[in-house]
């Protein structure tokens, strides 16, 4: 089947089986590779993307049933400065390893917008395999902070 998805402000045409998950057609079909596999169970957080500004679990969601914009941590900077939660996770070293680290932020951005008081528990679905979290939270806060002051 024919699919359009918007990825990152483009629209993007392929051909795809009517089974495929979002993650598979982002990574596979488009090459946007932010977006990791880890489990492809829906378990790790590593795969998460923003779709029409929620966060969902690419390797859960079919492709064919997404129907608003797709933003992955690629499109999260529209300029050649890093977004206010990228430079936050770099200045708290909030990231080791990098593999969940592009779920990691697009879970803190949603956490942001949604104005979560419990980063934790709104996080919790997001692993990280360095332990890292002390360090994410308080990326999370800086993050916070600074989208405040905006």
Request: charged share 20%.
């Amino acid at each position: 089947m024919n699919l359009s998805l918007e990825v990152n402000g483009s629209t993007e045409t392929l051909e795809a089986d009517p089974g495929v998950t979002l993650l598979d057609a982002l990574r596979e079909r488009l090459g946007v590779t932010g977006p990791k596999k880890g489990c492809d169970r829906g378990q790790c957080g590593a795969c998460t993307v923003h779709v029409g500004g929620r966060p969902v679990l690419a390797c859960l969601t079919l492709a064919a049933t997404v129907r608003e914009p797709v933003t992955t941590v690629e499109g999260l900077s529209t300029s050649d400065e890093l977004h206010p939660v990228q430079r936050a996770f770099v200045d708290q070293d909030a990231l080791q390893c990098g593999f969940c680290t592009s779920g990691q932020l697009m879970s803190a951005v949603a956490a942001i917008e949604q104005e979560v008081t419990d980063v934790r528990e709104f996080m919790s679905g997001n692993l990280c395999r360095c332990a890292a979290y002390p360090n994410i939270v308080a990326a999370v806060e800086q993050a916070r902070q600074a989208d405040a002051t905006l």
